[in-house]
C-alpha cells in the first residue's frame, strides 16, 4: 500500500511538475511573441508619425504663407476671396495616417504603456479637430469664392490660424512621441 501510495504521488509530481514547466514554457513563448508583434507595430507607427511629420511641417508653412497673403489681400474690395486663394501658396488638408496605431488599438493595446497611448489618442483626436475644422474651412471657402466682403476674409484668416495652431499641437505630439520612442529604444 505505502509503494502504491509512493509510486502514485511520484507519477502525480511528475506529470504536475511536467504541466508547470509546459505552462511556463507557453507563456515565455507568448511573452516573445507579443513583444516581437509589439516591437513590430511601435516601429511602423514611428514610421507613420515620422512621415507624418515631415507633412506637417511642410503644411503649416504653407498655411502661414496663406494667412499673410490673405492679411496682405484682406481690405481689397476688388479682390474675390477666391483670387486671394490664387495668390497664395492656397489652403490644403493633411492626410495624418494612423493605420498602425488603429491595428494596434484594436488589438493588443495592453501591451503598451500609458504614456504612449495617451500621446496617441491625443494626436487621434487632434486629427479629427483638424478634420472638422477643415471641414468648416472649406464650407466657408466655396460658399464665398466670389465674395469680396473682407469680413469673410477675416473669418477665413481667423479659421486658418486655428488650424495652424492645431496643425502645430499635432507636430508637437508627434515630436514627443518620437522622443519617448527614441529613448525607449536605446533603454
Known amino acids: 500500500m505505502k509503494k502504491t501510495l509512493k509510486k502514485v504521488l511520484t507519477e502525480m509530481v511528475s506529470v504536475i511538475l ?9 507563456n515565455w513563448k507568448d511573452k516573445r511573441d507579443d513583444k516581437k508583434f509589439v516591437d513590430k507595430i511601435l516601429i511602423s507607427v514611428s514610421q507613420e508619425l515620422s512621415d507624418n511629420k515631415v507633412e506637417l511641417e511642410k503644411v503649416i508653412t504653407e498655411h502661414k504663407l496663406f494667412v499673410d497673403t490673405l ?17 497664395s501658396s492656397g489652403f490644403r488638408m493633411i492626410n495624418i495616417s494612423n493605420i498602425s496605431w488603429k491595428t494596434f488599438l484594436n488589438a493588443d493595446m495592453e501591451l503598451v504603456g500609458y504614456e504612449r497611448i495617451s500621446l496617441l489618442t491625443g ?15 472649406a464650407d466657408l471657402i466655396y460658399s ?8 469673410k476674409k477675416v473669418i477665413l484668416m481667423l479659421m486658418i490660424n ?4 492645431i496643425e502645430e499641437n499635432l507636430l508637437e ?15
Not at 511536467?18 to 507557453?26: H, N, P, V
Not at 492679411?71 to 495668390?87: E, F, H, R, V
Not at 469664392?145 to 469680413?151: A, E, K, Q, V
Request: proline residues 3%; charged residues 30%.
Open 173 to 187: 505630439m508627434h515630436n514627443e512621441y518620437l522622443s519617448l520612442a527614441d529613448s525607449k529604444t536605446r533603454d
Open 71 to 87: 492679411n496682405k489681400y484682406i481690405k481689397s474690395k476688388d479682390m474675390p476671396l477666391g483670387t486671394s486663394l490664387g495668390k
Open 162 to 165: 486655428d488650424l495652424v495652431l
Open 18 to 26: 511536467g504541466i508547470l514547466i509546459a505552462l511556463f514554457i507557453g
Open 123 to 137: 494626436i487621434d483626436e487632434s486629427k479629427q479637430n483638424m478634420r472638422d475644422l477643415v471641414d468648416k474651412l
Open 144 to 151: 464665398n469664392l466670389l465674395s469680396m466682403d473682407p469680413s
